[in-house]
């Protein structure tokens, strides 16, 4: 299997909603085995884009977004524009270590999904192995990988679903004489076909779960038959079966995709792809209202609530990125942000289809699109488990802070 390259120089795009007010991060500190991000950098990211630059390839993804919507396929139009916007290197640390401002990260993610959920989405996985490489394995990094990177020929991708029952053997790492190679089955692999990295949750020998940074373009295929969901439909998110695929490096040690920060972070992200789809909708639904005659009284409370769930995102997230860059523990934030925001999504979805009634839900387009992209994409992520968990912790006066 190969993936579809993607051309253009690197840059860096200026900040977005919603962001806080925050300098670039300085180097984080790595987990246990890691070394410094962007100890193997051979020079920084690039400059900040013109915000026309982003403009336009915003525009241009939300112009195809219904067609992608009606005949799924992996995005390469919209990534050749993130690549010519220098959108897909800008979370690479600079030479000293620094990267942009992860208040920026996460307004550059709900600016892409609010143009179209499921480019937001493959974004979203790259943006965070991008991260955990820089983090955990920077030796990966090296030039040549971070200028394919950077000009859109790499796309990367996080994959961690087993399989269910019946579905395949869940991927497990087996020595050869090269090296470890990746064989078993995955799910939900957003992006499948189209990114050529991706960290892969596999068990290894010992029975622990390690992160493996593989190589897609061999011993790899995609069952497209798999993913038949009415949401995200560009994303890709394929069953993926392995057979001898190529390991690059094992990141940390045995539990790695969980270590903190960087797990905190990972949510976080997503949950600032939720924020740009819940955007979509809302923004269709004040359109279609505004174009209408005056509003009654329960349309126009289901447009004050969307508004006011609106603001929560936008104040959550911004809480969120601002703990992140403090550098205060970031676990009970991330639960509360994703349990808050989800929930805020919810209800945009839920009162833009009341405000406006059946027809825009009959005739497609974004409020349609971003309401079936949010009802899958929130169920791939059961919260309640965790706000348990921090609820007891909260009532035995240990809650995750």
């Not at 965070?128 to 991708?157: F, K, M, T």
Request: proline share 6%; charged share 20%.
């Amino acid at each position: 299997m190969t993936g579809h390259a993607l051309f253009t120089p690197a840059q860096q795009p200026q900040s977005g909603f919603p962001q806080p007010s925050e300098p670039s991060e300085p180097g984080l500190t790595p987990p246990a085995g890691g070394t410094q991000p962007g100890s193997t950098a051979t020079a920084d990211p690039g400059v900040p884009i013109p915000p026309n630059a982003l403009q336009s390839a915003l525009e241009q993804i939300a112009s195809g977004a219904d067609e992608l919507d009606r005949d799924p396929a992996f995005p390469v139009g919209a990534f050749r524009a993130l690549a010519n916007a220098g959108v897909l290197g800008i979370t690479l640390p600079g030479s000293d270590g620094r990267r942009i401002g992860f208040g920026e990260e996460l307004a550059l993610l709900a600016q892409v999904s609010r143009a179209d959920g499921s480019v937001g989405r493959i974004l979203d996985g790259h943006f965070n192995a991008v991260e955990r490489l820089s983090v955990a394995c920077p030796d990966a990094l090296d030039a040549g990988e971070r200028s394919a990177i950077a000009g859109g020929e790499l796309l990367l991708g996080v994959w961690g679903a087993d399989p269910a029952p019946g579905e395949g053997e869940p991927a497990r790492l087996f020595g050869a004489p090269d090296g470890l190679l990746l064989h078993g089955v995955k799910t939900y692999c957003s992006g499948a076909g189209g990114v050529r990295r991706a960290l892969v949750v596999a068990r290894d020998e010992a029975q622990e779960r390690r992160l493996a940074y593989v190589d897609l373009d061999d011993g790899v295929s995609v069952d497209r038959a798999w993913y038949r969901g009415e949401g995200l439909r560009a994303s890709e998110s394929h069953r993926v079966v392995f057979d001898g695929a190529t390991v690059l490096a094992l990141l940390g040690g045995p539990g790695e995709m969980l270590r903190e920060p960087w797990f905190s972070r990972d949510a976080i992200r997503t949950s600032a792809t939720w924020a740009g789809i819940a955007q979509s909708v809302a923004s269709a639904a004040l359109r279609f209202l505004h174009e209408r005659e005056e509003p009654s009284e329960i349309v126009a409370l289901a447009a004050g609530r969307m508004c006011v769930a609106l603001r929560a995102v936008e104040l959550w997230t911004e809480h969120a990125a601002q703990r992140a860059q403090s550098g205060a523990p970031l676990s009970g934030t991330a639960i509360e942000a994703r349990w808050a925001i989800a929930a805020a999504c919810r209800q945009i979805a839920a009162d833009g289809a009341l405000a406006c009634g059946s027809r825009l839900l009959a005739t497609g387009g974004a409020l349609s699109r971003g309401r079936r992209d949010l009802d899958l994409f929130l169920l791939q992520h059961r919260l309640e488990p965790l706000l348990a968990r921090h609820g007891a912790g909260a009532v035995g006066g240990d809650a995750a802070k």
